[in-house]
């Protein structure tokens, strides 16, 4: 799209942002989409089959990611930069170091303070996009020199702020806040969305449960059936310590809800969300017992199509919703 800021600062034909999602967003994925002219990223624990504590290894497999991607097209791609709460730093500070080290082009950095690797990362010439879920933290991201600022809105999947601003009034509020370009993520789904998000103010788009459901995703296939069964009211909130997630309803949120309103210990609690973390329900394909993160977009998806198809019809039928806008838009007037 010419002239739209996301597509300039990045190179991109679509300003369509593939979220980055744990265990969900491997090299295929992010490949698959920044060749079909999106942004494609990689995620927490992109093509790994175990969990690991060996930050060296975390590193090395985030290389090996990055250097696929890399055999598997020239466009650029993103790096997700978790920014890691305590003894977790040094996680997220490798990824940064292997980010740089290997030249990736885009970082994407969620879950903390903007200020914590703007500099390093803009220093060493990536551009960087900072999630946030207040107007008050894209202030504050701008300040810190990021690029652009994505706008997480509660309806979206997987981890974000302790604020429930839907994507409808946060991208307004962020785009009359800020001067740098905005992102909106949270529910996008098609191109009705991605107008939508347009209309609200945003330069572009970022979807996560809808590439999660692709042919390319790394995501279980029974994940993937699940979303696809799945009804409008099929994910739920799950507060925990320190942010809001939205997962698929299952035995495994009824479960951690109920412990929390019987005031079960927080270590307590912890120890259950890590012994069906997210690696047993997205990567194992445990859909009941354990955690799956997933929006609420989930009850539009209806098929598991390829990253491809999905910038395509929204390309192709962008057009057709911007014809039923204007003639809607004319009957308003
Ligand atoms: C399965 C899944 C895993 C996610 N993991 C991460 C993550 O590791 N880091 C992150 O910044 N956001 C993560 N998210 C949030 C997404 O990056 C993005 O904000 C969200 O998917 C956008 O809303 P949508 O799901 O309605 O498209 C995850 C989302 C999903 C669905």
Not at 30 to 51: C, E, F, H, K, M
Not at 133 to 153: L, M, Q
Not at 208 to 237: I, L, N, Q
Request: charged share 25%.
């Amino acid at each position: 799209m010419e002239g739209n800021r996301i597509c300039e600062l990045m190179g991109i034909r679509y300003p369509i942002v593939q979220a980055p999602m744990n265990w969900v967003s491997g090299a295929n994925l992010a490949a698959a989409v920044s060749l079909a002219g999106g942004l494609g990223t990689l995620g927490p624990n992109a093509g790994a089959d175990s969990i690991t504590t060996d930050v060296e290894l975390a590193g090395k497999r985030m290389r090996d990611q990055i250097r696929k991607v890399k055999g598997l097209t020239e466009e650029p791609f993103a790096v997700n930069i978790a920014v890691g709460i305590g003894e977790h730093r040094k996680y997220s500070q490798r990824i940064v170091e292997v980010v740089i080290e290997e030249e990736v082009p885009v970082a994407i950095v969620s879950v903390g303070r903007p200020d914590v690797y703007a500099d390093v990362l803009k220093n060493a010439g990536i551009k960087v996009l900072h999630a946030i879920s207040t107007a008050r933290h894209a202030k504050k991201a701008e300040e810190c020199g990021v690029d652009a600022v994505i706008c997480e809105g509660f309806e979206a999947g997987g981890h974000k702020g302790f604020t429930e601003l839907t994507t409808f009034v946060l991208t307004p509020m962020v785009a009359d806040a800020v001067k740098i370009p905005v992102i909106a993520g949270g529910g996008i789904g098609d191109a009705r969305g991605v107008l939508a998000a347009l209309a609200l103010g945003a330069d572009g788009a970022y979807m996560g449960t809808r590439f999660m459901v692709t042919k390319e995703s790394d995501s279980h296939p029974r994940v993937k059936e699940s979303v696809v069964k799945g009804e409008d009211a099929c994910t739920v909130t799950l507060p925990k310590d320190f942010m809001l997630a939205r997962d698929l309803s299952n035995a495994f949120t009824k479960r951690y809800l109920g412990m929390r309103t019987a005031g079960v210990s927080p270590q307590e609690l912890n120890d259950y969300l890590n012994a069906h973390s997210p690696y047993y329900g997205q990567h194992l394909g445990d859909v009941e017992g354990a955690e799956v993160c997933c929006g609420q977009v989930a009850g539009l998806i209806e098929s598991v199509k390829g990253a491809q198809e999905i910038l395509e019809d929204i390309a192709k039928e962008i057009n057709t919703c911007f014809k039923d806008l204007k003639k809607k838009m004319n009957e308003f007037l």
